[in-house]
């Protein structure tokens, strides 16, 4: 197992990264590695992301140096989303099952975490959000057809899409932590636009389902400050509160948010107007 640890970043110091400093601070560029759990420790947050990809033998998550703990969730709380093949959580002891699509929260303090795949030929991807947790909660598995599910935007606007909310206040209850994924329609390429904010909360994004010879163009940076990132598929976004956090795709996509700070209101956004934006 790996952890990268990203520092926070004053956004006035940001107004002057180019583009490889900008991607070095926020992006997140190998998520899965086969046969390995390989993790970003952000410092917005103290949220942790990152990816398990078992093949023929499970793979444990362990508390590296950085967590300060004997096990990796004593005070923290987990989401697991799968994006590959089949595969097994394995939670103190008890077993579960998840398809693509399916998502599990694992509540403060388990102590035996591990992840395996249902067949090495067509591995498990465990996309693999934590955040600090002041409470246990139960772990539970929720199936796509359980997600509270939304249908917002329009072709016109090229942002028809659908919304998937699991770690959810009216799905599952959690400390701090929210997730779930969007997946957007044939012929719409945005995310989020009109852009906001939340300086309440940081996000992060894993783009996925989006073709190796296509990219999403990631925005972020203070409004009147925009920068931009280009991202591959399976590629992560570490998104400060300061900053907007919008996508267009040179084709349509999925993507998994996650959302740790102040509240776990998903409506509680700072617009910006399009004209504002700079």
Known sequence: MQIDVRHASHPEAVR???????????????????GDIRLTYSHYDRMV????AP???????TA???????????????????VGGAGRVIVDGTSYSLAKYDC????????????????????????LVSTPAHA????????????????????????KRSIYQYIHPEVCQSCQLT?????????????????????????????????ADQR???????????????????????SPPWSIHSGAGTKNYSFIWAMAGDNKSFADMDHIAIGDLR
Do not use: C
């Not at 002057?16 to 900008?22: A, I, K, V, W, Y």
């Not at 093949?55 to 998550?61: D, I």
């Not at 931009?228 to 570490?238: K, R, S």
């Open 64 to 82: 590296p140096k950085s967590i300060g703990q004997e096990t990796f969730l004593a005070e923290r709380e987990l989401g697991v989303l799968n």
């Open 136 to 159: 246990g909660h139960p772990t539970v598995l929720l199936t796509r057809d359980k997600a509270r599910h939304l249908t917002p935007g329009e072709a016109a606007t090229a942002n």
């Open 179 to 211: 997730m779930g994924f969007t997946s957007l329609e044939t012929g719409s390429i945005w995310n989020t636009m009109p852009s906001h904010t939340h300086d309440r909360r940081m996000e992060a994004y894993l783009y996925f389902d989006l073709d």
């Open 216 to 238: 999403v163009f990631h925005f972020m940076g203070e409004p009147q400050q925009t920068r931009h990132m280009l991202v591959a598929n399976e590629q992560a976004i570490i």
């Open 49 to 52: 992301i990152g990816g398990a």
């Open 55 to 61: 093949l023929a033998t499970a793979l444990a998550l």
């Open 104 to 127: 599990l929260y694992v509540g403060r303090g388990a102590a035996d975490v591990s992840f395996e795949s249902a067949d090495a030929g067509s591995p498990a991807k465990f996309y």
């Open 16 to 34: 002057g990264f180019d583009t490889e400093t900008l991607r070095r601070h926020f992006l997140v560029e190998t998520v899965f590695a086969p």
